[in-house]
Structures are given as structure tokens and as C-alpha cells.
């Protein structure tokens, strides 16, 4: 027997809503009815966070997406094209399999030691870049403790949700006086568990940068640390790095991302 025959559209719609966007777009082909069903604005508003009115109205280029699009045409450009918010010094976007929410802070909202010291740090724009302006460490012989660091509010992060961060970044233009890489990272709340520390890596000459990745979006990443976020209301959650020594490139630092982390 036909379900749909039997069961109002309000009741299928309530019960797609109740499973994954994955699902829903598969349950999506089964009829005519669960099509009407899985592409209702009733089923996308449950996949998309419960401020996200509040989020796209904070982006002053973003905000008529709300009226513009279906819900479901909403998530699906959240997921593919990141939004700048708070005052264009971060970005927002969905996780696409379930829709959890994902920050980068960009580097002008980002706290970086000696920012404002030409000689170490130079800002510019790139195309490639979601952000107006990037970071760009240019020199470092006499700082050999250099720190950048994220704070974001763990409120504004989905529950039950594994997060990982990411340093996104590039490398610039070749620099003279090499001698070996180092970065150590650290994911924490702030004032809890503060000594955990990583070493990113060290000695490009030693084959020790697989831990690099390549992005969709033509920049690199390399990840931080994780942190569980179960309720939301841990505090203020800080990532950073610091410790550089010399490169034998500049560093171009797009950001800090948080994101819900795979596997």
C-alpha cells in the first residue's frame, strides 16, 4: 500500500523533516508526493540552525536571501557560498550532510602578535580571498615568539558537534636565510585545559608537510586541534599558533576555521 495515499502532507512532510538533507533529497525521487514533501520550505527550515534569520541579517550583502530564496535553495547556497559576517570580519556557511554551522575568522579579526609592525606583517588583498584583507608574514629574525589566535563563542557553534580548526593560508614569496619551520598549535576553552599544545610541523626538508591539505577554494589548510561542543555553553573557545621560527616562504593567513570535523 502507498503510504501517501493514506497519510496528509503534512504528516510526510513532518516525517522527511525529522531525517538528514541527505535524506531528504533521496526521498526526494521515491514519488510525486514525497517531492512535494522533501523540497517544502516545512522540511528545509528544520535543516537550517535556528538563527539563521538572525545570521543572514547581520550580512548586509546577504540579508534578501532570506525572501529571495526556498529553503531549500537557502541551505543549499549556504553550503556552497560562505557569507561575511560581523562586520565582514568572519564568514559563515552549513556543513552540507547535516548542516552544521561553520565559521572561518578572518585574519583582520583575528588577534595577531606585531600586526601592526611593518617590517613582520604586511596587509594586502587577494582575489582568491573571501576577506578584504589578508595577512601576510613577511619577516621574522628578531620576534622568535610570534602568536595569532581565533576567540569565537562557543554559543554560536552547533551542539553535539565535533569541531576541528584550520589555519588557511599560502605561500608567498621565497625568503632568504631558511632554517626550518615550526608552528605549534593549540584548540582550547579559554582558561580550561591550556597547556595542550601540538607541533604542526617542521622541516620541510624532511618531508614532514603531509599534513598540509590542498582546498576546493585554491588556499591550503592545516589542521589545529579539535574541541567537542556539547551545549554550547563552555565559554569562549581559543585557537592558536605560535612559536613560528623563520620560513623560507612568507605566510599569507586567510583565517581560522572551525568546522565540524569528518570521521
Aim: overall charge neutral; hydrophobic content about 40%.
Amino acid at each position: 500500500m502507498d503510504i501517501t495515499n493514506v497519510l496528509p502532507a503534512e504528516c510526510i512532510s513532518h516525517i522527511v523533516s525529522l531525517t538528514t538533507p541527505r535524506d531528504a533529497c533521496r526521498l526526494a525521487v521515491v514519488s510525486p508526493a514525497f517531492k512535494s514533501a522533501a523540497d517544502s520550505d516545512v522540511v528545509w527550515e528544520k535543516f537550517l540552525p535556528s538563527d539563521y534569520k538572525l545570521i543572514i541579517s547581520s550580512s548586509v550583502s546577504a540579508s534578501s536571501l532570506i525572501t529571495s530564496l526556498s529553503k531549500k535553495d537557502l541551505y543549499f547556497h549556504l553550503c556552497r557560498h560562505p557569507i561575511l559576517v560581523n562586520n565582514g570580519t568572519m564568514s559563515f556557511e552549513l556543513e552540507k550532510e547535516y548542516g552544521k554551522k561553520c565559521y572561518m575568522v578572518g585574519a583582520r579579526g583575528l588577534c595577531i602578535e606585531w600586526a601592526s609592525t611593518p617590517n613582520c606583517w604586511k596587509w594586502t588583498s587577494l582575489p582568491e580571498s573571501r576577506f578584504p584583507e589578508v595577512a601576510e608574514l613577511v619577516y621574522l629574525m628578531y620576534f622568535w615568539f610570534c602568536e595569532v589566535s581565533a576567540r569565537l563563542d562557543t554559543r554560536i557553534l552547533s551542539h553535539r558537534t565535533n569541531y576541528a580548526a584550520y589555519l588557511v593560508f599560502q605561500f608567498g614569496k621565497p625568503i632568504s636565510g631558511f632554517q626550518r619551520t615550526r608552528i605549534v598549535s593549540g584548540v582550547y576553552i579559554e582558561g580550561i585545559n591550556d597547556k595542550g599544545r601540538q607541533r604542526l610541523f617542521q622541516d620541510p626538508c624532511k618531508n614532514t608537510l603531509q599534513l598540509i591539505q590542498d582546498r576546493k577554494d585554491g588556499w591550503m589548510e592545516i589542521e589545529m586541534g579539535e574541541f567537542f561542543n556539547k551545549n554550547g555553553d563552555d565559554g569562549t573557545l581559543l585557537c592558536s599558533l605560535h612559536d613560528f621560527d623563520k620560513f623560507g616562504t612568507s605566510l599569507i593567513i586567510q583565517g581560522i576555521e572551525v568546522r565540524p570535523k569528518k570521521g
